[in-house]
């Protein structure tokens, strides 16, 4: 595991083992990675991009056609006390999405 500070954005980069590959570039204001995950706001990312805490996309966000997003869920004594508006989550109780 490394651990790279860029501008105010602490980076954590997993590699691939036996890689010889440079672990990323710095292009200007771009950042790009060149295999194994990045985790901000985590030690540990289990993907290869993983985010703990609060995101923010200004534009659009797409999925291809094979794939699949997860969302929030719990049961209806796990919702939130007040939740944003237009955030949603699956009620695991009521098996549906609220």
């Known amino acids: 595991?490394?651990?790279?500070?860029?501008?105010?954005?602490?980076?954590t980069i997993l590699l691939a083992r036996n890689s010889?590959?440079?672990?990323f570039t710095v292009d200007g204001s771009?950042?790009?990675?060149?295999g194994g995950q990045v985790g901000i706001g985590t030690g540990a990312p289990q993907a290869i991009l993983e985010v703990n805490g609060s995101a923010q996309v200004d534009?659009?966000?797409?999925?291809s056609t094979n794939s699949a997003m997860i969302v929030?869920?719990?049961?209806?004594?796990q919702q939130p006390p007040a939740p944003?508006?237009?955030t949603f989550r699956y009620n695991t109780?009521?098996?549906a999405l609220e």
């Open 30 to 34: 771009t950042f790009y990675v060149n």
């Open 84 to 86: 944003s508006t237009g």
């Open 59 to 63: 534009g659009v966000l797409s999925l």
């Open 72 to 77: 929030p869920w719990g049961t209806t004594a």
């Open 93 to 95: 109780t009521k098996g």
């Open 1 to 11: 595991m490394s651990q790279y500070t860029v501008g105010v954005f602490l980076l």
């Open 20 to 23: 010889s590959a440079t672990p």
